[in-house]
């Protein structure tokens, strides 16, 4: 099947999937006036396989035919950084908010392949070819594929097992010679209203009273008993003028409600090995990790961009604490990348598939996130308090305020009142308004916590050379 | 006249004043769906006075009668302290926002007469009186009094009079024996829309070749000639349970426009001293900066209080991470608190009237500000992903769909879900909303900028006896 | 008996103490090379007592007489900003190096009042008379007295009864009509070398089984059994020119060892009462850290005077970046000193004694802990890389050399090239030398660690009033 | 010639250079008890190329024969991640100080390659066989290179030829047909009192009437008129067991003269090119600040390894504030060492040699830079107080004392009190004696300032990508 074209993606969405919004039943996703804006957002994806300027990047040619690039299994470090520059160029299209659809799912489906291969190989289990015939189907339909991970967790302080409700994290309640029925919710469900499928994999690890918890599965996005609650958050109808990315971007999250949802067999991936839980939630985690520094890059480079404009729109670009605060900026930007591009190259070989470098892209992700809101104060610096205290579109159209607005806000030489606004509602569209808010909470929170990033960095890095080192020169054991 | 009740206050503002929101002029600011927000939310000035509860606080009686304390003249280190907690107060009733309806006037006039009773004694100048008159008059009609100070102006590397346009900054184009007409426009002025005084100060320091540009006065807000276009930034209309502060409480800046407004004699309190421009910017820039911190802790503190609370529904307060951020939290909150009292302890009598410690509400703001940033970060780390991707009270109201949530997203034992998504979109509101980016914006820009704040504290710090100490420890001179 | 001189209090010290120095006993700490220069540094409290200059702060008159204030028990917030005061400038005296021989000492007999009292109110015990005792022999007598708080600790998991050796904490080995016993060893022990009396008190929270090992006692520097050997750390001899203070300033720390040290009753100020030794620990620490805050201005006053002077120095005061740090330094400095007073004035009365607000006064301490290696980093910024690169004292004092290093040392108009040497050898001396280093070990480790002092402030900080405007504003419970 | 050996090379040290010390004239700088030290230290990189375990990373063969890497020119970005490996190697084997012989001087050779081939190609100089004679020199005969650029400025506001003095920058005063005469002073030469050859820089960009100052040269370490005084800066001699780096490891700085010292015409590499002066500078720079950051990566490397075996040591491996300061000290390291390979990945090609990426080996420099006093910080924090007031080796090898010292502070179960005080002395070595505060100042001011290596980052980033993102984003000028 040849790559879908964006009115076939759209129409494929059409499928009866159950989604509320704000309390109310979506009939169509795709003419909904929130989750639509999702919905043309995640059709960057298809767009670019079918524009010649960006056909190179997006879509492989190989012994099976074209597909898109997201799902070229990676081989090499070389592979790493192609899938990076792919995962970037579409964020930068997608007005510095990833698209997601293909990037997510096929991390998981990497780390289904590195989990199963181990699996299958350690305890005779019989999941590779699974992983590897669901992982054609969404290959060979080109489809957008959402994860499930985070489950609303209870106590957090407890085990799965232990909690006071037992569907507080998704599990098998039953089983036949068909399949498994699951039951359970998950949380934070990016791009889900407009996948095909949603892979669901283990948010932790587990003990042995886990057994029904340790599960890793892929169901379609109209299975029966599936129910999507949308997020409200953030879901505003505006003017491009005024809200120049997040009118036309977004994406969208949803409270995923397993209400015993049957699966077949060829689609459940991970059943009891408790042991193996958290294996697959981290290696899914770092692959994810590598995909999200890697969106992060438009986003950190506008800062950039934007704050250097800024102080020009504002006469300042002379100033020295301007030119510090870029430096620092580009050095922000470029940290990112070079520390995102080290854990491509410096990647482990796992059953032939190229993991990034789980210690080197927790520390990007890590720099990344733990310098975002200076960041962004930085560019909130430069770009002064008309951010939350300009006019309106209208204003401008008015014939008398548009002739006021453009004699007193028109006034530096290089810039007219118009762009000037254009580049304020743009810097505050990603730093102050919902939408900046959003970008603020994924820089935190997205692709696991900050802590999470602290303590993996801390068990992946190999000690052992440094402390022989400092023994060496202390004359210790010597 | 006695102290104004909510309701006169209300009716005061239909007096024909020119207010612009969204290119169309506005009848009645009271009843505007988003400036009838910010007209509530400054009433809470004027409801705190017929508080029996606070009563004490906001009003104070004196030998001319009764009067807001806000109008109270800070004579000691105790009346600033006092004049402290009333805008902590109110600040902590407007849910956060400062309410600044008397705040920043009276910090106008208090500055006035600093610089007036100067320039009086020097000069030989007739400022006081005047100043004084028009200070009895807000008193005593107990009027809510705006300042526009910032001017447009134009190419930031040129003072007022070598600006391509002459009326980048506000100058005065005529005068007679009546008194002045001044034309120009102020950005960011703050509670125009629902005040009935708006007192003009300069911006800058000036020099020679400035003296039509170094003017204050004061003009009505329905003065003719007086053009006020609303910001469209945050105007947000929605729901309580979603938006608990933005949705009730909302300040409005305009961009403040002086078509040849004319301004009686009486009324002019600074005009062609221009070596008094500066002076005059500084001084009441120091008092506002004071109040600026009195307002901030409520802000603070609820990042404490938010934060604790969140972490106890998430279940983590026992996490040593957690208590380390919540711990840093506090620190922050109080330390900008004692350094205001330290400021205010620290006052110096200029003319009889207390003058907070300009070097160390400097230290004090520029604290606040350069951390703002790190704060919400933690807090939003504490807070989880929900932040961003949680569902609608129209969820929780529908039966099946409000069934789920509550199942799900009930799971900790100490709060229900409703209550968790209640804190959650608190805290949503004050640090990813549009209100949480006004809110981020003014802690960087509002009363001056950072880069300010350090050059008055390097300015305002006596360094000589660090100095001599250095010396004499060097052996220096000695 | 009238206040001790500096002749008095050096001739005191030949008592027969055991002090080894390098694994040689030292004959007269007085006259040690190394040691020698410490008794110096603490002969600065005596000789203040005796300076007309710096009576009234050093000395109290009351009605049992004139004694040093130091143990002027804190009645009011006044007497302890009376005390900072005093501390300041006996530190300020003593080169940024506190002098510590009264400040600890009466720090843990304020805290033995407190506990006492509260002892014997509620379990009816007889310790007060005994401290009172103890207090008045030390204020009448105008001792020096250190405190030997911190264990060995062995396994720091464990408790003091669960170490592999008894001996890892100090405990009451046995007892008889004449007093107890004591067995074990304290590290860190400050200015013990030279104190006259050493305070034994325990150094963290206890158990049941803990009985031994809760003691708090006094005993004299000469007591047979009290080993104490001195740190070699920084025992440097060098020239004024080149260490300006650590030429003439120096704390010494020992590992004191109790060999079966006798202590009679009256001495015995806690045994066995396991629930107090934390409170007296804890106690003691805020006391001590209030003596620390007060003791580190000089220290950042030094940074912002050096820094300014050095700026001069080396033509640079007018950069921008310059002044930026410099505005920085100033408000660390004024921050550490804001806060300090903020603790005095919020200070608790416990048994009539005023203690400093336990949670303000680690926030003043933790903020100057955090904060202190930027502000090296600033300051060596400042000064340039000859902090480590510049010739000597005898270069200067040769004819030829001398010349050349004039000549190209001395080229900026403001300073000759000696005096540029000097205060670059002052900031080496306190930021990059081995006394440089001890400041900044001090700083993160004296009076307790960072990760202390952050557990203190969040169990401290009362949250109530915060959680509860959170959810006011929330709509929770309302 | 071959590779010399360590005795050739001290041999080779003995030739009448004019070095001072603490006033008096060295005879013999490699029996000298303190720049022994340093010569020691020096012969590192001569004993590697002899050591068969270094020999393929030290030495490189080609077609003229064997030679020092250090003097590979760089072709490739693989060249320059050798240099960079063999830079770091040698530094791990100088205990985290590097050793710089070879480093610096060829750093300069490859700046003045680029420089020379420029103006012989657009101005037709004859400058590039002089430097590739001079280069092979120093290659073919091994040699030690030392570079003196920093002038001792004078008035820093002014240009060399508007100083009070002619001398304060390095000048030709004389020219004749054998070749130029210099005069003035350099200061912070490092390794020139044991190296062969002093390469002579300028130091800044000059103008017009700079020309005398435009002088790039190279002259014997004992050529007449060339006077060395050498810092007197952590002169220390001691043990191996209280100072295992700095009794063992040491660079050595000088105040370097040229009393009119002459230089014939092949050892001028530049003379009056006053446009090139900058550029030269810079070009030397960027190669040393690649330097610069490869030799840092043994020292933060160290802190993570005795940063994890004190920890252990002091059994808090298990504190959850301890992994975290680790985890960040990783990402320290980690940071520095992949921006370090990305500058060498990114590197362009000028005349055929590889010339690391400035930019980004600047964002290098500057995060090392602007993070090092808080990895230091980090550090002391785990090591805890011992690290100043601790026994000493004397202590230890006492019969009595000894099994006092091994009893009380050998008590964790994983290391001796030996070993303990090994770590402890080795920690206090790196972070808190006269050793410290150099790598500290180092760290600041070695190859170049912070606020230089800002200012290149924000001329040498191209933002024009960036900008017109943010137009497009923004949707100005479509």
């Not at 003990?207 to 599965?217: I, K, Q, T």
């Not at 870029?326 to 190229?354: F, H, P, V, W």
């Not at 602290?454 to 050379?465: A, F, Y």
Request: hydrophobic residues 40%.
């Amino acid at each position: 099947m040849p790559l879908m074209t964006v009115d076939q993606y759209k129409a494929s969405l059409r499928d009866g999937r159950t989604v509320y919004y704000r309390g109310t039943q979506v009939e169509d996703v795709t003419t909904h006036p929130v989750i639509g804006v999702a919905v043309d957002h995640a059709a960057i994806d298809y767009r670019m396989a079918h524009d010649p300027k960006e056909h190179a990047l997006a879509v492989v040619t190989g012994p099976s035919g074209s597909h898109s690039r997201y799902y070229h299994m990676p081989r090499t470090a070389d592979d790493l950084l192609q899938r990076s520059a792919l995962i970037e160029r579409a964020t930068m299209l997608g007005g510095t908010l990833v698209v997601l659809v293909k990037e997510i799912g096929s991390d998981a489906l990497f780390a289904l392949h590195v989990i199963a291969a181990h699996l299958d190989r350690t305890k005779g289990t019989g999941y590779l070819p699974r992983v590897e015939q669901f992982y054609r189907h969404c290959r060979d339909n080109d489809l957008a594929v959402a994860v499930a991970q985070t489950d609303v967790k209870g106590d957090r302080s407890k085990g799965p097992s232990q909690q006071a409700h037992p569907d507080y994290y998704v599990h098998i309640v039953s089983e036949d010679s068909e399949g498994v029925t699951i039951r359970g919710a998950k949380v934070h469900t990016s791009v889900s209203t407009n996948a095909h499928e949603i892979i669901v994999l283990p948010t932790r690890q587990m003990g042995r009273a886990d057994e029904a918890y340790a599960v890793a599965c892929a169901v379609p996005a109209n299975a029966p008993g599936l129910t999507m609650i949308a997020s409200t958050y953030g879901g505003r109808t505006g003017s491009v003028f005024e809200h120049p990315i997040s009118a036309r971007h977004k994406m969208m999250e949803t409270l995923t409600v397993f209400d015993d949802v049957k699966v077949p067999w060829d689609r459940v991936f991970l059943k009891g090995e408790v042991e193996m839980a958290g294996p697959l939630a981290k290696t899914f985690v770092e692959f994810h990790r590598f995909t999200a520094v890697s969106y992060k890059l438009p986003l950190v480079d506008l800062f950039v961009g934007a704050g250097h404009l800024m102080a020009e729109y504002n006469g300042i670009l002379g100033a020295h604490h301007v030119r510090d605060k870029l430096a620092r900026l580009i050095s922000y930007a470029q940290i990112c990348r070079g520390m995102t591009r080290e854990a491509a190259r410096e990647c482990k070989l796992l059953d032939g598939i190229a993991v990034p470098n789980a210690e080197l892209i927790n520390i990007a992700k890590l720099y990344f996130a733990t310098h975002y809101h200076q960041a962004i104060a930085w560019v909130q610096d430069i770009a002064g308090g008309l951010l939350v205290t300009g006019p309106g579109p209208e204003d401008l159209a008015d014939p008398r305020l548009g002739a006021i607005v453009r004699k007193y806000l028109g006034a530096a030489p290089v810039a007219t009142a118009e762009d000037r606004l254009r580049l304020i509602n743009l810097i505050a569209d990603v730093t102050t308004t919902d939408f900046g808010g959003y970008q603020a909470v994924l820089a935190v929170h997205a692709e696991g916590s900050i802590e999470a990033e602290k303590m993996t960095i801390w068990r992946e890095h190999d000690v052992t050379r440094h402390v022989e080192y400092a023994k060496w020169l202390a004359g210790i054991g010597s």
